[in-house]
């Protein structure tokens, strides 16, 4: 199973969310692909994701987290030991948001809420004190213009790791790492 988060103020309908779920339908795996819509709300959106992986396999089942996702995808791998794919992740957001609370409004939903500092005190608590390097997968542009790659590299020392010179937050290049990632699920050979 590969479960995917997408990030702050997106939706299953982003645009790395569809190109995988593309690609796993032409694998012939469309039912193996995960992508809920994930609650503005820190605590919510992992409610929804515990489901699927209380139900799957831990080593058949992969997360694949972006941005915010990533962060949640670290939280998740290490709480149900599953590997996770992170691509561009948040590291330590509980930081990088809190100088966005006010309203927010969901790019893709068009979903209007407040980010509040109850926000930020749930992102908190989903900090990861120690990583299973074994577990990881990091994939970061250099080019990322919202969040800073060597942070990510940091964090995720000791990880696999790919640092790819230039792009940008949004990953644009994805579909060129889709057999990269399903690689390292198990999806493909």
């Known amino acids: 199973m590969l479960i995917y988060l997408h990030g702050f103020n997106s939706s299953p309908q982003s645009f790395k969310a569809r190109l995988l779920r593309s690609r796993m339908e032409s694998l012939g795996r469309a039912s193996d692909f995960v992508c809920p819509a994930l609650s503005h709300r820190p605590s919510e959106a992992i409610a929804q994701v515990e489901p699927a992986l209380s139900a799957a396999r831990a080593g058949?089942?992969?997360?694949?987290?972006?941005?915010?996702?990533?962060?949640?995808?670290?939280?998740l791998a290490e709480?149900?030991?599953?590997?996770?794919v992170l691509i561009n992740p948040?590291?330590?957001?509980?930081?990088?948001?809190?100088?966005?609370?006010?309203?927010?409004?969901?790019?893709?939903?068009?979903?209007?809420?407040?980010?509040?500092?109850?926000?930020?005190a749930e992102l908190g608590a989903l900090e990861v004190d120690a990583l299973?390097?074994?577990r990881y997968f990091l994939l970061?542009?250099?080019?990322d213009e919202v969040l800073d790659y060597r942070a990510a590299v940091e964090r995720y020392r000791?990880?696999?790791?790919?640092?790819?010179?230039?792009?940008?937050?949004?990953?644009?290049?994805f579909?060129?790492?889709?057999?990269?990632?399903?690689s390292f699920a198990?999806?493909?050979s």
């Open 79 to 84: 709480r149900y030991g599953v590997r996770a």
């Open 132 to 134: 299973t390097p074994e």
């Open 158 to 173: 000791g990880c696999r790791q790919s640092v790819i010179p230039g792009g940008d937050h949004a990953c644009s290049d």
């Open 186 to 188: 198990g999806v493909v």
């Open 175 to 182: 579909a060129r790492y889709l057999d990269i990632i399903l």
């Open 60 to 75: 058949l089942t992969t997360l694949v987290g972006s941005s915010l996702g990533g962060f949640y995808a670290t939280w």
């Open 90 to 120: 948040a590291v330590r957001p509980y930081d990088l948001l809190a100088d966005y609370l006010g309203p927010q409004k969901n790019l893709y939903t068009g979903q209007e809420y407040e980010l509040t500092k109850q926000h930020i």
């Open 140 to 143: 970061v542009e250099t080019g």
